[in-house]
Structure formats: C-alpha cells, structure tokens
C-alpha cells in the first residue's frame, strides 16, 4: 500500500481511520437520535438512511479499507448512542426530564433495525468504494 493519511497498517495489523470512523459514526447517531419517540417504521427508515449516508461518508474520508471504516463507523454510531442512552437514563434517575424512546422498538424489531442499518452502512461503504477507488478513476480518465 502506499504511504498516505489513510496507509492504517501498524505493526502488523490494520487500524481503523478515526476521523472517518467517528464521522460515519455521528451521521448514524444522528438518525438514531433525531428519529426518537417516532413510530417504529419511521425510526426503521431514519436510521438505515443514517447509517448508508455514515457508511458513504465514512469511505470517502477515507482512501483505503472503505468497507472496514464503515462498518467501524456502524459499531462507533451503536456505541456512541448508548452512551447517551446511559448519560440520559442517569439524568432521568436523578429526576431530570422523561426520556424518549431510546430503543428502535421491541427487541426484535430493534435486531432487524441493527441489521438494516450495518447492511446499509456496508453498501454506503461498498459505493463509496466503488465511487473513488483508485481503479475506477484510472478508468474515467
């Protein structure tokens, strides 16, 4: 590989590129967050777009391992959101104002919703990948 910003091998091992895991990351806690107390279908479609557009974005950040900075951007999004979930239920037990629906609906709805929006972080990735790998701009030019 090449000796850039987004060159992440060290040591061996591949590293992930912060700047577009935590930027992919907040565009799906944004959803996650902008979409509660929604009904579920909404909540559903707010967060799978959240997270094809963190997907996309978090490999345009980036020029090598689109697919892995997406999905490192999928789990930073889930994470980042229940540390607020945790932040706002400690405010809430310390009689701060009712929290809204934190979850995307019952458990199984919630799984599926996960799944969704890691399979559309994946394809953000994938296009991203697609859009500007080196290979494809040799081809346009």
Known sequence: M???AGDLERGGGIALEPMAVGWGGLIGTIGL????????????????????VGGFLSGVRTLDHRMLNAL??????????AIIWIVLAVIAAFGGP??????????GASLLIAAGSLLAAIVGGLAADRRYSTRTLRRRY
Request: proline share 7%; glycine share 12%; no cysteine.
């Open 72 to 81: 490192g951007a999928w789990v930073f999004g889930w994470l980042l959101w």
């Open 98 to 107: 009712n929290d809204p629906e934190y979850a995307p609906g019952s458990d």
């Open 33 to 52: 967050a902008a979409s509660a107390g929604a009904p579920v279908w909404v909540r559903a479609l707010a967060i799978i777009a959240a997270f094809l």
């Open 2 to 4: 090449g000796e850039h």
